[in-house]
């Protein structure tokens, strides 16, 4: 679209249109890395709750705590619940490789790994539904 009274401006539209598309495709990739990194931060939460009831003996009682701190210093974060803490627990317990949540755990949302923890037990069925 030209404008007579701005002939400056006559590439304006393609170039707004170039620097949306730079916006979104840079939006996509900003949400995929904090999604990573959470899956990831959600996993080694899930292991040092793991290791702790294995080495030290610690009850499930510990999920229910944990989740009362959690919400009292976090209190805007729905995600620390005894709930999602169970489920960073079984992620941990089910993928046990760190590297596996790198290559693959982190390309999904968390709430579809608890799905995926919820309704399918073998790790390679797992995976071909990340994929």
């Known amino acids: ?13 393609a170039f707004l249109s170039t620097l949306k ?3 979104r495709t840079a939006q996509v990739r900003a949400a995929l890395a904090v999604n990573k990194e959470l899956v990831l931060l959600y996993w080694q939460i899930g292991r040092e709750i793991l ?6 003996g610690w009850g499930t009682k510990v999920i229910e705590r944990l989740a009362k701190d959690f919400k009292r210093e976090f ?20 993928c ?3 590297s596996f949540v790198h290559q693959v755990g982190g390309q999904i949302p968390w709430r579809h790994c608890c799905v995926l923890l919820d309704r399918v037990n073998v790790i390679e069925q797992r995976i071909w539904y990340i994929l």
């Open 51 to 56: 290791q702790r009831q294995q080495e030290e």
């Open 21 to 23: 598309q730079r916006i």
């Open 96 to 98: 046990p490789d760190e």
């Open 75 to 94: 209190p805007e974060m729905r995600e620390f619940s005894a709930r999602d803490s169970k489920y960073m627990r079984a992620f941990a317990e089910a």
């Open 1 to 13: 679209m030209t404008d007579s009274l701005f002939p400056e401006l006559t590439n304006y539209d």
